[in-house]
């Protein structure tokens, strides 16, 4: 059990107000969910890699007319969600497993933090899937943490590797990032670009997969 773990299952109703003020440090995700509801329509929205909600939460929040499903592969997810539970689901599966399912088309994939989790030699497939899962038209947002030299991404290096516990984390350079989207999806085009604050790091991307 990683230490993050530890300290969540000791807080009890402190989780939500914790984990926020935790985030916070490194992310502005009121900020992030601005930006994201200002890249096109978002009628239905498809999170990969939700998490315990806490982007699905002023998602919904700042679109009321907004449907939300959130996938991760760990188990309970969207387990700390506030928000109206007949606008979003979430469920535990894998792209591939949501794909077979045949949905409606999202008019907003998010792929939010997630890329440095996964091998290197998924990425590309993970990309294509949730593009595979847009709707025409419809945006699909890959944000992570940039690797660079400073200490701000020691310290994300470091709550990762040793608060969350993934031993297996792996941030990429922008150059790298950037070379993973476009291999996966060269049909699509970017954008959007831009750093989501408080650190620099925060790097976001929105394409749209041409005509």
């Known amino acids: 059990m990683s230490l993050g773990t530890l300290v969540r299952n000791r807080l009890g109703s402190l989780e939500v107000p914790a984990a926020?003020?935790?985030?916070?440090a490194f992310i502005n995700l009121d900020d992030l969910a601005t930006t994201l509801l200002s890249l096109g329509p978002a009628g239905r929205i498809l999170e990969v890699g939700c998490g315990?909600?806490?982007?699905?939460?002023?998602l919904t929040a700042r679109s009321p007319t907004s449907s939300y499903l959130g996938?991760?592969?760990?188990?309970?997810?969207?387990?700390?969600?506030?928000?109206?539970?007949?606008?979003?689901?979430f469920r535990s599966?894998?792209?591939?497993?949501?794909?077979?399912?045949?949905?409606?088309?999202?008019?907003?994939?998010?792929?939010?933090?997630?890329?440095?989790?996964v091998p290197v030699p998924q990425r590309?497939?993970?990309?294509?899937?949730?593009?595979?899962?847009?709707a025409p038209g419809a945006v699909l947002a890959i944000k992570d943490w940039e690797?660079?030299?400073?200490?701000?991404?020691?310290?994300?290096?470091?709550?990762?590797?040793?608060?969350?516990?993934?031993?297996?984390?792996?941030?990429?350079?922008?150059?790298?990032?950037?070379?993973?989207?476009?291999?996966?999806?060269?049909?699509?085009?970017?954008?959007?670009?831009?750093?989501?604050?408080?650190?620099r790091n925060n790097v976001l991307y929105a394409l749209r997969k041409v005509a």
């Open 124 to 134: 590309r497939q993970l990309i294509q899937d949730a593009a595979s899962l847009a």
């Open 147 to 199: 690797r660079d030299a400073g200490a701000a991404h020691w310290l994300a290096y470091a709550a990762d590797r040793y608060i969350s516990g993934d031993r297996t984390v792996d941030f990429p350079s922008r150059r790298e990032l950037r070379s993973a989207i476009a291999t996966a999806l060269p049909d699509w085009v970017p954008f959007l670009e831009t750093r989501i604050p408080p650190l």
């Open 20 to 24: 926020n003020l935790y985030r916070s």
């Open 52 to 58: 315990d909600a806490a982007l699905a939460h002023r």
């Open 71 to 89: 996938i991760d592969i760990a188990p309970a997810p969207g387990r700390l969600f506030l928000g109206d539970p007949d606008r979003a689901r």
């Open 93 to 117: 599966m894998s792209t591939s497993q949501l794909i077979a399912e045949d949905p409606e088309p999202f008019d907003l994939v998010m792929i939010v933090d997630v890329l440095h989790h």
